[in-house]
């Protein structure tokens, strides 16, 4: 039992240190914040978000989300900020321009591929 | 004999689809294209590591130059310091350092032990003019012309072989 309690309260230390604690005003602030740092890709470990990433350039940019909602800036603003450095590649959330378009439409084009073939099959064995 | 073909396309479309993955697997690279080429250097006003007062950007007006991003910390920079005293030293571009996320003591004692290739180095402990940059990771290396536009990024260190193909090229068709 008490092997139980120590190995419960490290897996919960563990977790209080990788929040990181920011002055947010109120509940909207704090979920904006949270929306952002999910929805930032880690330009570092590059298949980790924002909030996930423990690298020294993810705080720094976390950081400076923190410090925009903070300030009471909008949601486009910083996603802005962002791509104006990072590009959109840095958004796990691309906005769709031609560079993007293969990206968003591709699994409908797979889609399309594979009524196409479900359709010719059906209509084959009916006739 | 067209069953047998028609049998065949998910194999084929499975072969197509490794051959793409093999592909990618050579020309996949982690880094992420700026969006900063041809635009202006953003807007910062920086300490100097050596010297009293700061430096903006406007300061930089008149002739190329390449930021070097760098930090003692960083093993790839101190991989890539032959080529940037080279390309220094060949005196064909003004190379300016911007020690990153660094402190005083350890850039400084880097620098003595290596040599300082730079003209001027900016400092930048926290990091902020780094993100306006787009830095995600040192070294990086900025070309900026004489009117202070981003003409070219290499991400990772600087190597005989992009100064040659990259660099030096870029900066012909400067001047």
């Known amino acids: 039992m008490r092997l139980f309690l120590i190995f419960i309260s490290l897996i919960v230390s563990g977790h209080a240190h990788s929040i990181e604690v920011y002055n947010f005003e109120n509940e909207y602030q704090r979920e904006l914040y949270q ?5 930032l890709r880690c330009l570092v470990c590059q298949n980790q978000n924002l909030a996930d990433s423990d690298a020294d350039l993810a705080k ?7 410090e925009f909602v903070i300030n009471n800036q909008d949601k486009e603003t910083i996603l802005a900020y962002m791509v104006q450095r990072y590009g959109d590649f840095v958004t796990y959330n691309p906005p769709l321009n031609t560079s993007t378009v293969f990206l968003w439409f591709s699994p409908f084009v797979v889609l399309l591929i594979g009524a196409g073939i479900l359709i010719y099959n059906i209509r084959k064995k009916q006739s | 004999m067209k069953k047998t073909i028609i049998s065949l396309i998910p194999l084929a479309l499975l072969l197509g689809l490794l051959a793409l993955l093999f592909l990618n697997m050579g020309y996949h ?6 969006p900063l080429i041809g635009k202006p250097v953003p807007a910062f006003e920086l300490p100097l590591l050596y010297e009293e007062g700061t430096l903006t950007e406007q300061d930089f007006l008149g002739e190329p130059w390449l930021l070097n991003v760098w930090g003692s910390w960083c093993p790839n920079c101190l991989y890539e310091h032959p080529v940037v005293t080279d390309l220094a030293q060949s005196g064909q571009l003004k190379v300016v350092g911007l020690n990153w996320k660094d402190e005083f003591k350890n850039a400084d004692t880097w620098l003595k032990r290596l040599g300082n290739p730079y003209h001027t180095i900016l400092v930048d402990y926290k990091g902020d003019v780094a993100i306006d940059f787009g830095v995600y990771g040192a070294p990086e290396s900025f070309l900026i012309d004489a009117n202070g536009i981003i003409v070219h990024k290499i991400v990772g260190e600087l190597t005989p072989g992009n100064v040659k193909d990259e660099i030096l090229p870029k900066l012909a068709q400067l001047q």
């Open chain 1, 35 to 39: 929306e952002l740092t999910q929805e």
């Open chain 1, 60 to 66: 720094d940019l976390k950081d400076q989300v923190a």
């Open chain 2, 29 to 34: 690279t982690e880094q992420v294209p700026s």
